[in-house]
Nanobody, 122 residues
Framework: QVQLVESGGGLVQAGGSLRLSCAASGRTFGGYSMGWFRQIPGKEREFVAKVWWSSGNTLYADSVKGRFTISRDNAKNTLFLQMTSLKPEDTAVYYC???????????????WGQGTQVTVSL
């Protein structure tokens, strides 16, 4: 059974940093892409960043490019999202997810974590 468990969310002031982690278990993820999405109430889940587990190639949403860094630790089966220069508009529930296909559409992701709240105050 695949499990994705996020941690590291919290409250931070604008301009601050947070590091999210996602512990993955239940299978090997070679050939998968692992992504971070975020969602605020009343809006669709939004793509943030993704990394191909095997190659390490990454892709970012324009809104976070240059501020967020996605990475993974293959040995520990853990995905990370380092967030810097945080803005109030980054406030959301952040989810990690895994997909066997390319793309940034949330509908193409097979496995999801439970989410972790990130709140950025002025």
């Amino acid at each position: 059974q695949v499990q994705l468990v996020e941690s590291g969310g919290g409250l931070v002031q604008a301009g601050g940093s947070l590091r999210l982690s996602c512990a993955a278990s239940g299978r090997t993820f070679g050939g998968y892409s692992m992504g971070w999405f975020r969602q605020i109430p009343g809006k669709e889940r939004e793509f943030v960043a993704k990394v191909w587990w095997s190659s390490g190639n990454t892709l970012y949403a324009d809104s976070v490019k240059g501020r967020f860094t996605i990475s993974r630790d293959n040995a520990k089966n853990t995905l990370f999202l380092q967030m810097t220069s945080l803005k109030p508009e980054d406030t959301a529930v952040y989810y990690c997810a895994a997909s066997r296909t390319a793309g940034t559409n949330a509908n193409n992701y097979d496995y999801w974590g439970q989410g972790t709240q990130v709140t950025v105050s002025l």
